[in-house]
């Protein structure tokens, strides 16, 4: 064998810790995500903040959107974790739809843990007929940084100024981290605002989702009248009998609530078409 070729063991043995570490928190994401269970939804946020922001720093950024346009990936058998990664930020967009912003992006994860900060009655909740266009500027930000990327070949200054994944890095100047005070305050009184609103790489899995989202979330016919799920819902996706695919990140609140049998309106009437009176008991922990 020629010396100065690798084998796959040199090739391996240094990127086996990252893939290992990587493959446990992805699967802790997917069994959280199953088993729609509260408490490993939060032990995933808690692991996003702590193992894929501030220990890996690794985000989906603009910046790999910017690679897919000009085909500038990295070289396969040196980043196995950052294309496992990738396939998994896809597949699961392709199958489910938004699950990496629900639960795996660091970013989306330090603002649902901010969540409990602020008391519900404190915050601002954004009127439907706003939100749905207040959504649209994400795409809009996602179109002009595609564009700036596509004329001038920048990656730094969308990094940078676009997104706020800089600070599990802590390389920020003054200005920047005074921005990012100012968006973290604006998510205490305002839910997800960035995620909603502002992120192009939201807003580019969101296209994914609205196109593709092979196994949606099931709706009953009592959906078309019944308000609750909406009200429930952090993220504005429920709007009436339906839910808008690019803006639901499959953070269960809904789905938990669809399948209690104690609470939603479907259980409840079929409870009593069968000539029951007393009320079931939930299924849900
Ligand atoms: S919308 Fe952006 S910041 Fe929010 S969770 Fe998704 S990728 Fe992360
Ligand atoms: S509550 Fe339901 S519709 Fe809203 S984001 Fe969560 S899973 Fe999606």
């Known amino acids: 064998m020629d010396p100065a070729v690798e084998s796959w063991r040199e090739i391996l043995a240094p990127q086996a810790l990252d893939l290992c570490l990587l493959t446990a928190f992805l699967a802790l994401a997917f069994v959280s995500f199953f088993r729609k269970s509260v408490a490993l939804k939060y032990v995933t946020l808690v692991a996003s903040v702590g193992y894929l922001g501030f220990a890996k720093s690794s985000l989906v950024s603009v910046s790999d959107v910017f690679r897919l346009t000009d085909l500038s990936v990295p070289e396969f058998k040196y980043s196995l974790a950052w294309y496992a990664f990738m396939l998994f930020v896809v597949f699961s967009t392709v199958l489910w739809g938004r699950v990496y912003c629900g639960r ?9 843990l901010l969540d409990p900060i602020i008391p519900r009655k404190w915050r601002f909740e954004i009127p439907v007929r706003v939100e749905k266009y207040a959504n649209l500027i994400k795409y809009a930000i996602l179109a002009a940084v595609l564009v700036y990327f596509l004329i001038t070949h920048d990656v730094a200054l ?75 819902c952090e993220w504005g996706a429920i709007r009436g009998p339906k839910i808008v695919k690019s803006e639901c990140v499959r953070c269960d609140d809904c789905e938990r609530l669809y399948m209690d049998q104690k609470k939603c309106p479907h259980w409840l009437i079929l409870f009593k078409r069968k000539g029951n009176t007393a009320v079931p008991v939930s299924t849900l922990s």
């Open 158 to 232: 969308p990094v940078r100024y676009v997104e706020p994944f800089w600070m599990f890095s802590l390389f920020g100047t003054t200005g920047m981290w005074v921005g990012l005070g100012v968006l973290l305050a604006a998510t205490l009184i305002v839910r997800n605002v960035y995620c909603r609103f502002l992120c192009p790489v939201g807003a580019a899995l969101g296209i994914i989702s609205q196109l593709t989202t092979v196994f949606s979330i099931k709706r009953w016919s009592e959906c078309r009248t019944c308000k609750i799920c909406e009200k429930t």
């Open 104 to 112: 795996v992006c660091a970013f989306g994860a330090l603002t649902q």
